[in-house]
């Protein structure tokens, strides 16, 4: 697929704890960063966030223009404008504009994702589970991830996460799917992006070890009575032969 589209990071803005006794020292107990300002071309897309001690507290969701926090409980002591994260990605599509001109209009570079499928927990047939679909290298952040379930689109039960940025300017993504454990059940991640030629589907489903058959079984177990009496004779003759030569000393 082609691709004109061009991508911005915003710059990065830490809070540091500042040492009362002088400006030289400086202690960085604990840092606040407005994580990631992404503003793309493509859709006219754009991401806000903000971390803590490099842990996601809230992202702001621009089509509902509301503020959308990592855990629910996180809102009860804090809020945030979410008037700051659109003027902040407003200033970030100007520097864009700027930069897409300044460029010649070079299209960015497709890099190709990479997909794992594993669960949340051990897997228990009959028991809720969460499946987790975790998608790395991702360049420029514009991604599609769907489930199937037996060959089907699975159209609920479904989350993701924001884009989180690495060091070395890509992304990672995850996707969650709730799902019941069954034999009969298996799992596909579909993931479209400009860095693949085709959808990639990463299959997963549950490992179940297969039950012994009634004459694995009752050959174990002959087994292990054959061991077990083995045991008993074979401690038998050494308590006599003990026995003995403790006679022949006497």
Known sequence: MTMKKALILGVLTLMAIVNP?????????HVGTYGTNIYQTYGDYGQFTYEFDGDELFYVDLEKKETVWRQPEFSKFATFE???????????KKNLDTLIKNSNFTPATNEIPEVVVFPKSPVILGIPNTLICLVDNIFPPVINITWFCNGHLVPEGISETTFYPKSDHSFLKFSYLTFLPSTEDFYDCNVE????????????????????????ETVVCALGLALGLMGVVMGTILIIREWRVGILYT
């Open 82 to 92: 979410v008037q700051k994260a659109l003027r902040n990605l407003v200033v970030v």
């Open 21 to 29: 006794c002088g400006g030289e020292d400086i202690v960085a107990d």
């Open 193 to 216: 992006h400009w860095g693949l030629e085709e959808p990639l589907l990463k299959h997963w489903e549950p490992e179940v070890p297969t039950p012994m058959s009634e004459l694995t």
